[in-house]
């Protein structure tokens, strides 16, 4: 067995911004055998932004002899020293091994979470009576899901309140749900549940269906370009795959998440030409045999995997509609699409505020296979 030989350093930083992992962020300057300095990012378990600390950062000192062309380097191994300005959210670990188990890791931080909020001036007015409702009593979790149908009225709250409080809200005029709802769009009724994408801003959800179905050329005023197979990929509850089913002959719906099916499923039970198929849009794509006319693909914020733009590339369609809520990712994708591998003309890009006052956009692109 090789011993690995290593390097510890000592910095006192600032702490930065916490991570998704539960760690904070910091940058410090280092200085390499040729003499040059640079910076590099670590991650630093167990501490809070703006905390003063002197931290730790062991790392390898140089490859092992042995193993020199085939060594890489591992991340460095940091820790906390000594903390010289806490945060006023920093209190004292309940458990005694915290820091070493790798479980728990904002166990050294005020759990408190629930803001005294009485009403959203962007909400709906239903949820704003909800809140009222809500805010002046004690709540099980740190958080409350409350959504509301526009079309329908009904309201979804988890958890679901105890009987006293359900009371209250039902006083309020409000139609309570526990485990699912219902929303209408574009005509059609759609069940929906908290584990369960669905968009959240129906009128403007509305507007992007709209365009998706005339992106494809399937909407009634262009019904005599009448396509006959449309592939829904990451249907969700099957939201296109339903409004596309009354316009199509033949609707392919892609989606991995289970609770997701179910939902499209049940949403989808009166119409006979939609096929669900559960899977990864990059393992099934390309496993479709039959001849495809159109795609409606919305992927999540990371955009197509290779896989999926490789297949768009060796088989096009004729049609792409990409719904995107990430522009970056979408303009990377689109790149390939036309640019880097030239087998589709960018016909339109549309964004649109879906959340309106924050800085998130959707965008619909419409492309055409030349």
């Known amino acids: 067995m090789i011993r690995e030989e290593t390097l510890t350093t000592y910095h006192t930083v600032t702490l930065g911004a916490l991570t998704r992992e539960g760690t904070t962020l910091v940058a410090i300057t280092e200085q390499s055998e040729e003499g040059e300095q640079y910076t590099r990012t670590l991650h630093v378990p167990a501490g809070l932004p703006g905390e003063r600390v ?6 390898p000192a140089q490859p092992p002899k042995r193993r020199k062309r085939y060594w890489k380097a591992r991340p460095p191994r940091v820790w906390i020293t000594e903390i010289h300005e806490a945060s006023p959210l920093r209190i004292e670990a309940s458990c005694p091994v915290f820091g070493e188990c790798g479980g728990c890791q ?3 931080m005020s759990y408190d979470r629930v803001l005294p909020l009485e009403s959203c001036p962007i909400a709906h007015e239903q949820i704003n009576h909800a809140l009222k409702v809500l805010s002046a009593v004690p709540n099980q979790r740190p958080q409350v899901l409350i959504r509301c149908g526009a079309a329908t009225g009904q309201m979804l709250i988890q958890p679901h309140p105890d009987p006293n409080i359900t009371q209250q809200l039902a006083g309020k005029g409000l139609d309570l749900h526990a485990e699912t709802m219902e929303e209408m769009l574009c005509g059609e009724l759609f069940r ?25 050329a399937v909407s009634a005023q262009h019904s005599h370009e009448h396509r006959r197979t449309i592939v829904d990929a990451y249907c969700g509850v099957g939201t296109f795959a ?3 089913a009354r316009q199509v002959d033949n609707v392919i719906a892609i989606e991995e998440s289970a609770s997701a099916i179910k939902d499209a499923q049940w949403n989808l039970r009166e119409v006979s030409n939609v096929e ?11 496993t479709l045999e039959c001849h495809i006319d159109g795609l409606v693909i919305d992927p999540p914020r990371a955009g197509c995997q290779q896989i999926v733009l490789d297949v768009l ?15 970056s990712t979408l303009a990377r994708d689109l790149n390939i699409l036309c640019h880097l591998h030239p087998m589709y003309r960018l016909l339109s890009v549309q964004p649109l505020d879906m959340f309106p006052q924050t800085a998130h956009i959707e965008c619909i692109a419409t492309l055409e296979h030349i």
């Open 106 to 108: 904002l166990q050294h």
């Open 242 to 244: 339903l409004l596309l």
């Open 192 to 216: 929906i549940r908290p584990s369960s994408f669905f968009q959240t801003n129906t009128a403007q959800a509305e507007k992007m269906a709209t365009m998706v179905l005339d992106g494809l």
């Open 276 to 286: 669900i198929l559960k899977g990864k849009v990059e393992e099934l794509l390309p």
């Open 54 to 59: 002197t931290i730790a950062v062991e790392s």
């Open 313 to 327: 590339v060796q088989h096009p369609v004729d049609r792409i509609v990409y719904v995107s809520c990430e522009p």
